[in-house]
């Protein structure tokens, strides 16, 4: 394993930002992962298929057809990984675990093989003074699960508590923070109704009821995370929030800013705070026939207290409101009729999405007005770019540098504008499967050679460690 940290900033010079300094000692810097996008050992000591699994195997599902059988191996290099990990001087590591492996099928009893890789990483985060963040759903649904109907089905949410109660018995004496899903817009909208992500389904009334049970699943998980505790834990959830503006100031753009706000973002923080969905959402989805599958006392259920909302940013979006006109603008695909995104001529990533710094700021600031009182926590924030290691072996991405800089001085912002922000989490860790783009497309601030699993520290990587350390020194 090859960690350019020591060889340090001295080479190349690098973007420089005093944002660090501009955070407490006790702001919490990380870096996150998930299961399927690095682990690989995909059918190794008794896990059995995710949804992931099987999508990634339908013809033109996955960019060049890969999937994550190897990803990064991390699996069978987690030791190491974890030396990285401490290297870069984060105080934490989010990391999710795989649901096929620790409970295969998604119900019944726990595959002891499985659940031990999760025992030794805790064990391993902890001997390296790296506080362990676990996510206990990043999209792996066991195939089973989808097989009887996946989260369009009412059973699954009560599947998943069951899940999050033996990831309890077995880390809780040991994990503090817990995330019950990551970005279940991405779960329901991109699985069940534009299908471009597993299990790959097509059908806007089931991505729906999809939010729905994922929501109740939160809820339920929540509470028996807070039962089955030993100790005391601290429990939230994490949205992909849509950080919506309209394209003009006209009404149409407004009203449909308005309405993908609701689809993107207060469809979830309103019932996991309010206790209630939004009602221009729940109007327009009857006007089109659809009716979220809420049973008596669901919503009480969801809308357990929060210690934590994770934010999830990467882009802002503008939206129009008019009718598709000649300007090449493609309409959306999100379920939301009548709605179009309009790219601003913003630099982009390798993802084509849009370098918004500000709208960060933005997003944190009006959860924190429209919902007092929860701390929230940057819990994914990072670009792709096309970057490979030069003929020194180094990786100078200062396309990427910048971004975190732009991004970290945005979350700033956020904190002196009265914003309770409290952490900051790079994604990601390590080049992983992005999913439908599957290795064409590299977040991590390290670099990982798909041929060999040499692990490369990125400038970027540099960079945020340095970042860190300026913030510790106040
Ligand atoms: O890679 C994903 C991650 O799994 C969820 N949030 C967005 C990232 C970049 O697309």
């Not at 990064?72 to 974890?82: A, G, I, L, Q, S």
């Not at 790219?343 to 007092?372: H, K, S």
Request: glycine residues 10%; negative net charge.
């Amino acid at each position: 394993m090859t960690t350019s940290l020591d060889r340090s900033s001295a080479s190349a010079p690098e973007p420089r930002s005093d944002a660090g300094s501009r955070f407490p000692v006790d702001f919490l810097w990380g870096v996150a992962t998930s299961a399927y996008q690095i682990e690989g050992a995909a059918f190794e000591d008794g896990r059995t298929a995710s949804i992931w699994d099987t999508f990634s195997r339908v013809p033109g599902a996955v960019h060049a057809g890969d999937n994550g059988d190897v990803a990064c191996d991390h699996y069978h290099r987690m030791p190491e990984d974890v030396d990285l990990i401490a290297g870069l001087g984060v105080d934490s590591y989010r990391f999710s675990l795989s649901w096929p492996r620790i409970q295969p099928g998604g119900r019944g009893a726990v595959n002891q093989r499985g659940i031990a890789f999760y025992d030794r990483l805790v064990d391993r985060l902890l001997e390296r003074g790296v506080l362990p963040w676990v996510t206990l759903y990043h999209w792996d649904l066991p195939q089973e699960l989808e097989d009887a109907g996946g989260w369009p089905a009412r059973d699954t949410a009560y599947r998943f508590a069951d899940f999050a109660e033996i990831a309890m018995n077995r880390l809780g004496d040991r994990v503090r923070w817990w995330t019950t899903l990551n970005e279940p817009w991405c779960s329901a909208v991109l699985g069940y109704d534009t299908g471009r992500h597993a299990p790959g389904r097509q059908d806007f009334g089931d991505s729906m009821a999809a939010v729905h049970h994922l929501l109740l699943g939160h809820g339920l998980a929540t509470q028996r995370l807070r039962e089955a505790a030993p100790e005391p834990i601290q429990v939230g959830i994490t949205l992909n929030t849509t950080h919506a503006l309209p394209a003009t100031d006209s009404d149409a753009d407004r009203a449909a800013a308005r309405r993908a706000d609701g689809f993107g973002t207060r469809i979830y923080t309103d019932p996991l705070v309010l206790g209630s969905y939004p009602t221009d959402v729940v109007d327009e989805l009857s006007a089109r026939g659809v009716h979220l599958p809420v049973q008596h006392g669901d919503l009480s259920v969801i809308a357990q207290p929060l210690d934590f909302l994770g934010v999830n940013y990467y882009t802002s979006h503008y939206f129009s409101g008019t009718a598709e006109d000649d300007s090449g603008v493609e309409a959306t695909a999100d379920g939301v009729a009548l709605t179009r995104l309009v790219p601003q001529g913003y630099p982009v990533t390798a993802m084509d999405w849009e370098i918004t710094p500000f709208g960060l700021t933005g997003m944190l600031t009006r959860l924190g007005a429209d919902y007092p009182g929860i701390p929230l926590y940057v819990t994914e924030n990072g670009a792709a770019f096309d970057d490979a290691p030069d003929q020194d072996g180094e990786v100078e991405d200062a396309d990427r540098t910048a971004y975190f800089a732009e991004h970290i001085e945005a979350v700033a912002a956020a904190r002196d504008a009265g914003t309770d922000v409290r952490g900051y989490f790079a994604w990601s860790l390590l080049d992983n499967f992005e999913w439908s783009y599957g290795y064409d497309k590299r977040f991590g601030i390290v670099h990982v050679d798909y041929e060999t699993q040499k692990r490369t520290v990125k400038q970027s990587g540099r960079w945020f460690r340095d970042n860190i350390r300026r913030s510790r020194q106040g």
